[in-house]
């Protein structure tokens, strides 16, 4: 397993009349934090819509267990059980900063997509390494 | 089973680079059309609210099956399987209007929560009765 | 001068701990009633970019007197003062339905810009033509 | 004056067809650069709420210059010019960590607001005196 823990401040825009963070924006701290994880393995994003792929998201799901508030500073949890075939499946825990309760967890599945033949495609095997290596928990980066 | 079709026509801002709906819009046309198929049948959100109760979301799955597009005018089924006891589950299903092909399928589950005690309640016997008569068909509104 | 009023029902996301629309939404309805503005005359903005152009953002500016709340239907009265050359100027007037108190006010300026040659260009005359008789009060459509 | 550099990284769901940042979004990074550039004189937002008092925004304009792309390290640049009496205006500038073009320039007031009264009041005392302090240079903080 490969994990990052990425930090969210809670902003006023993302809160809503009832005081607390409106269910969606979960989503959003998702996208950043997957995103650092990736580029903390090696793999930034950007490089990956350069070689002529895209990484749709296929499906999610989310449980909300308690509320977060406004001006939180939230840790994401965010890890990667498997090497990806052709489903990147990321798993999430948002957490208060320092605290242990579980406030809400999800998934996101991610794909491989080839913007040229309109169609999923298995994991490049360049991408793959980079996974294989971070999970072996020998870093990765350059 | 009662059932609601809200139209959302897709805008700029909601598309990402790829040209698509960017994933976490769904929830926000399901927003809108919860509250309408609810107003529908007779509730309006806001007296919700102003009897000291909140609706909110306690999980929440999607499924990714096709792109939408910019300006694509989308219609949303949503439909409500059963009469409310404390949880709220809602199915949706989006497609272009006029299309068959199923774009996205999903369902948010909301509860009662009572403000003042701070915890989730059943739902109120004057929302049942409304969610009663809208399944048998024999409609709402007043 | 042509003018449009666009409908918006203000939707719980867009509102914020102090109960109110929160004040950059505002902008994604001034999005949504441009595009139907200019569609009502004749020119859907898809088309506009399948001619190789687009229309970004320069400037905008907005004052805000009174706060809209969750639920309320919004008028957002879309004005169009001169058939544009190569900036178009659009300005907005937000009102709840059917009342006189006006509750937000702006401008948003668009240009024309030519994807190919990377560099704003001036109104393409069958664009021009469209708002001259939209204009005139000679409807448009087709 | 008291100036604050707020870092952002562009995101996905920031961007447009376009491949650029929608122009809304800039206002969301606006107040996460003014929250903690008000953290840092040793005002936290929280806090002002805590009072009985809101900030809402009351005007705000922007001019864009130079697009920013996907996942672009933006700095925000946020000054305050005056030690405010009821309104407090904040300038921006957004530029691409370590270039010298301005992307985008900006403002945007708030005002305080007493929610008791339901109307404006002038800035507290202690409130003054952070921002006197800021302005000084002689730090903040506790």
Do not use: W
Request: aromatic share 12%.
């Amino acid at each position: 397993m490969y994990s990052y823990i990425y930090r969210h401040r809670v902003r006023y825009r993302e809160c809503d009349p009832m005081g607390i963070v409106y269910h969606t924006h979960y989503l959003d701290y998702f996208e950043a934090a997957r995103t650092e994880a990736l580029r903390a393995m090696g793999l930034a994003y950007k490089t990956v819509e350069a070689r002529g792929l895209f990484m749709p998201v296929i499906d999610l799901a989310l449980e909300y267990k308690r509320p977060a508030y406004y001006d939180d500073l939230l840790e994401i949890d965010t890890h990667f059980d498997t090497v990806p075939r052709v489903r990147v499946p990321i798993g999430y825990e948002v957490r208060r900063a320092g605290e242990a309760d579980l406030l809400v967890k999800g998934h996101v599945t991610l794909c491989f997509f080839d913007r040229e033949r309109g169609q999923p495609i298995g994991a490049p095997a360049a991408i793959r390494a980079l996974f294989e290596r971070a999970m072996n928990g020998t870093g990765g980066g350059e």
